[in-house]
T-cell receptor, first 117, second 116 residues
Framework: KAGVTQTPRYLIKTRGQQVTLSCSPI?????VSWYQQTPGQGLQFLFE???????NKGNFPGRFSGRQFSNSRSEMNVSTLELGDSALYLC????????????????FGPGTRLTVT | SQQGEEDPQALSIQEGENATMNCSYK?????LQWYRQNSGRGLVHLIL?????REKHSGRLRVTLDTSKKSSSLLITASRAADTASYFC????????????????FGKGTKLSVKP
């Protein structure tokens, strides 16, 4: 099976612009989660989509949004970019089955390195 | 907020030695997972241990879980230079009904350096 793919791999934007990142999950996986990784805050959960619906959301401002398509591919959008949004954005896919009996094991893509100047 | 806290933050050893990393967490969990990240790349899943398990092995990896102390350890035996990476523990917190919260909570990681 092909792994999780993310595009683009690198991106440079200026403050005030908006950006869209894309993630294609492993075939058959219906859940896509997004994480932001910075040296100061570490890995922080942004949101999770399952079957085109946002199922969980982390503690990020409304400038961060996402969506999922019927083929499970997901996009995340950041509007009005700030310098502090510079980070590695990681996408992870899983089968999305939550509950005591299931593992919620996640498979990560290589990430998109966003630099805001 | 960070649930898992890894200890130590950095570890430097020689090839062939064993490396032990510890993780502590705060809430009840369904499972705890360990991931490896090479230099700013994506995370690779290493091993998952469920809350009703105490120890698990996978190749050179051994993970223990003590739910009474809310702690876990990852042991890498006979380390190699290729093991140089950051290691993260991630918890799947359980809800009151026993189900999953639906997202993993990561610690800040242990940076392991294995010198040849």
């Amino acid at each position: 099976k092909a792994g999780v793919t993310q595009t683009p791999r690198y991106l440079i934007k200026t403050r005030g612009q908006q950006v869209t990142l894309s993630c294609s999950p492993i075939s058959g996986h219906r859940s896509v989660s997004w994480y932001q990784q910075t040296p100061g805050q570490g890995l922080q959960f942004l949101f999770e989509y399952f079957s085109e619906t946002q199922r969980n959301k982390g503690n990020f401002p409304g400038r961060f949004s996402g969506r999922q398509f019927s083929n499970s591919r997901s996009e995340m959008n950041v509007s009005t970019l700030e310098l502090g949004d510079s980070a590695l954005y990681l996408c992870a896919s899983s089968d999305g089955l939550a509950g005591r009996l299931f593992s919620y094991e996640q498979y990560f893509g290589p990430g998109t390195r966003l630099t805001v100047t | 907020s960070q649930q898992g806290e890894e200890d130590p933050q950095a570890l430097s050893i020689q090839e062939g030695e064993n490396a032990t990393m510890n993780c502590s967490y705060k809430t009840s969990i369904n499972n705890l997972q360990w991931y490896r990240q090479n230099s700013g790349r994506g995370l690779v899943h290493l091993i998952l241990i469920r809350s009703n398990e105490r120890e698990k092995h996978s190749g050179r990896l051994r993970v223990t879980l003590d739910t009474s102390k809310k702690s876990s350890s990852l042991l890498i035996t006979a380390s190699r230079a290729a093991d140089t990476a950051s290691y993260f523990c991630a918890t799947d917190p359980s809800m009151n009904y026993g189900g999953s919260q639906g997202n993993l909570i990561f610690g800040k990681g242990t940076k392991l350096s294995v010198k040849p």
